[in-house]
């Protein structure tokens, strides 16, 4: 035949030192993806914390109107009723409503998923693909 043969380099390595070699790339490989996951969840941490800030901030801000509207309906009731009733309705008023959102909040933190490093999850599913299907050539 009169073919061009391509040859491999002469560098041969045993399979000793191939595994070794994978063992290393695979070592780093995992050191990269837990070094991603972790910047991932601090950066949803720093936003969680500014964002419940601003909600501990907005609730504050929310407490003082809710007390001053209490204390208005307490003196437009108070010309109908005496004082102490107008004042018991409004306080049996904000406790029912107290506790439907305590029901509802109980219920929402109950269906709510842990926070998942979801970029760090997706790239060591596409690296475990990638190794699964090398391994297969």
């Known amino acids: 035949m009169t073919g061009t043969i391509h ?5 041969h390595h045993s399979v000793g ?4 070699q994978a063992t290393e790339q695979l070592s ?3 050191r990269q993806e837990v070094r991603l996951a972790k910047e ?6 720093r936003r969680a914390g500014r964002g419940g800030g601003l909600l501990g901030a907005a609730g504050a801000v929310a407490y003082v109107g ?3 509207l209490a204390g208005a309906g307490v003196a437009a009731l108070s010309l109908e009723l005496s004082v102490w009733a107008s004042a018991l309705i409004v306080a049996g008023v904000l406790f029912a409503l107290a506790g439907v959102l305590g029901l509802t909040g109980r219920a929402q933190l109950g269906r709510a998923a842990p926070p998942l490093p979801e970029e ?4 060591v599913r596409a690296d475990v693909d990638e190794i ?4 297969h050539r």
Do not use: F, I
């Open 7 to 11: 040859r491999l380099p002469e560098e």
């Open 17 to 20: 030192e191939l595994v070794g």
């Open 28 to 30: 780093e490989l995992v």
């Open 40 to 45: 991932e969840l601090a950066q949803k941490g």
């Open 66 to 68: 809710l007390m001053a």
């Open 120 to 123: 760090t999850l997706n790239s």
């Open 132 to 135: 699964k299907e090398r391994a």
